[in-house]
């Protein structure tokens, strides 16, 4: 016998529940903002529209499904199933932190603050929610992602951006090149490597492209095409800085070995959760053969 589909409610702890956490009452955490000049019916009322979406998503799941509640802190913890509905309820960056503990399951996006959210990957608004979640095959679209796979196995998947480089952003050594380049490669010493998508596209690689001024154009996001950029790089007798930028195709990767004692990995801004790379180790970075398949 087949199961249920299960939705599973992706939410996150609001700035007001953060804020009362930290102080212990409302009052204390209006206090400590009144001090600052800020007003806390600002973030309330954020909190409570946040609330309410998430009320209303809720209640439009068919009663035969099954349901389950996960906040974002907890998804690396959690266990995704084939017949999953994901349903996140928030922000465009909870869909991206969702984005890689998933193998092929619809995600679709409610908006629980339109016009202060983007919008881009929250698509929805929750008074839809019973039409979207009761159709038999919502239109959906493939976006593209970018995955990070070391030497030793360990590997690493976002929606928007892969970061390689030092924790804390500082000084990071390697030895950059792409995979099939003749094995040309350079010495570089940086704040850092950045691979972007077309989903990334709005967010930091875009500030970074701009900042450039490149003529490289940005990927779209179901196009499976990433753009790679060196933060920083800085020029020495021992470092270069000729490979700054560039773009990789679906079958190209590009090739970092490590040159300090410890860099990073993490994707979508989840610094909590990096693969962590030492001394030699070589880590390839491109197009990863999943999609996030979300809900138009």
């Known amino acids: 016998m087949s199961l249920a589909p299960r ?3 992706v939410h996150r702890t609001t700035e007001y529940e953060e804020l009362v956490a930290r102080h212990g009452t409302h009052g204390q955490a209006a206090f400590f903002l009144r001090s600052r000049g800020r007003d806390i019916e600002e973030i309330a009322d954020r909190h409570r ?4 979406a998430l009320a209303e998503v809720t209640s439009a799941v068919p009663l035969t499904w099954r349901q389950a509640q996960v906040e974002r802190a ?18 465009d960056g909870l869909v991206a932190n969702v984005a890689k503990y998933l193998s092929g399951q619809p995600v679709v996006g ?8 983007p919008g881009v990957l929250v ?3 929750p008074q839809d929610a019973a039409k979207l979640l009761t159709s038999t095959t919502p239109p959906v679209d493939e976006l593209t992602m970018v995955e990070a796979v070391a030497d030793d196995t360990q590997r690493l998947v976002a929606l928007n951006e892969i970061y390689l480089g030092a924790g804390g952003h500082q000084t990071a050594r390697y030895r950059l090149g792409l995979e099939d380049d003749g094995g040309v490669v350079e010495a570089q010493a940086s704040s850092g490597v950045i691979v972007g998508t077309g989903t990334g596209a709005t967010g930091w690689i875009r500030s970074v492209w701009q900042e450039r001024g490149t003529r490289l154009r940005l990927p779209a996001p179901t196009e499976e095409r990433l753009l790679w950029f060196v933060r920083e790089a800085w020029p020495s007798p021992a470092t270069g800085t000729s490979l700054v930028a560039g773009e990789l195709a679906a079958a190209t990767r590009l090739r970092l070995t490590v040159e300090s004692e410890r860099l990073v990995a993490f994707g979508d801004g989840m610094e909590t959760d990096a693969v962590a790379l030492t001394w030699g180790q070589t880590v390839l970075v491109g197009v990863c053969r999943e999609r996030l398949r979300l809900v138009c």
């Open 123 to 125: 698509r929805h608004r």
């Open 74 to 91: 907890d998804l690396d913890r959690f266990l995704f199933a084939p017949e999953d509905m994901v349903v996140v309820v928030g922000q």
């Open 110 to 117: 409610f908006d629980t603050d339109p016009g202060r959210n």
């Open 49 to 52: 529209r946040t609330r309410r």
């Open 7 to 9: 939705a599973v409610l």
